[in-house]
């Protein structure tokens, strides 16, 4: 299968000893999760700089109820929480939830907190796993901080990234948004590099991002990109894999599923295209059909 020469065969697409089988978790060796905080940079400063943004785009599309599919170690969860949007948190490593279970713990005393669900799920069964807390849809659905490029094209047809944001669209309710981002793939495959910095990761520490792009029969098929993070007496490396979501191809899979003329808006960076012409990340805004 085209998933065992790409990432097992040809490159190792996660640090050593983490089991092949079952949910492909890059997070289950622990490391990125445990840095996660100091690379992400300042919780307060990493969300900062879209938290207006973010917050009045939910706001301007009447959005009350968010699904968090990518929720990690909570970041983006907490922000939302913090500003009244009720908050249901998935994620396929239990690693990286550990941190986002463990504040939920710590701040149960309030309200917002005390009602914050958070599920383990993985794309590929989204709606199956949480439909339990589906109900008539959520308003929004988010996937943030190049997380669903996690995703490989195992098949060489992307059926499963497909399957990925139609269970995605699932779980909206009739006229709700999907908000889903990736790095600038096109800007990386020409430049051969990843910026270190940029709206989500702006951490002093992290000094590198090496980064490797693999083609499979003349296509980009797999970006790798080797974190170096150091912080005092702390160096920790971690590896992280990801598809190269070029911005026609990634338009085009999200009109697939959500219809040629549903609106559809795309951001640079959290601002207009036209202000930041190469952004390091795209966000894409999609409506369900009502
Ligand atoms: C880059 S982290 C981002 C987390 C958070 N949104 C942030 O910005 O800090 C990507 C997250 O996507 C999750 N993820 C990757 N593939 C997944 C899948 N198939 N199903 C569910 N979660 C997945 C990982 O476990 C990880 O926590």
Known sequence: MFADNIEEGVFSVRSDGIPTEGVRDQYADGKAAKVWEIFIGDQKS???????FLVD???????????????GTGVDSIMLLQEGF????????????????KERWNRRKEAAFDKWI????????????IKHV????????ICLGNSFAHMMDSFGD???QKQA???????LKPGGILLIDHRNYDNILETGSTPSKSLYYNSPHTSEIKTSVLFYCGKPALT?????IAAGNLRSEFRLSYYPHMFEGFKSILKGIFGEKTKHDIFGDFKSLKEIPTPAFYIHLIQKQK
């Open 46 to 52: 990493r969300t900062e700089n879209y938290r207006n």
């Open 57 to 71: 785009l939910l706001k301007k599309n009447g959005c009350k109820r968010i699904l968090d599919v990518a929720c």
């Open 86 to 101: 009720e908050v249901v948190s998935s994620d396929a490593s239990d690693k990286m939830l550990k941190y986002a279970l």
């Open 118 to 129: 958070i599920e383990e799920a993985n794309w590929l069964n989204l709606y199956d796993d």
């Open 134 to 141: 589906v109900g008539e849809g959520f308003d929004a659905v």
């Open 158 to 160: 992307q059926r499963e």
């Open 165 to 171: 944001i139609k269970n995605f669209e699932k779980c």
């Open 224 to 228: 790798i990109m080797d974190y170096i």
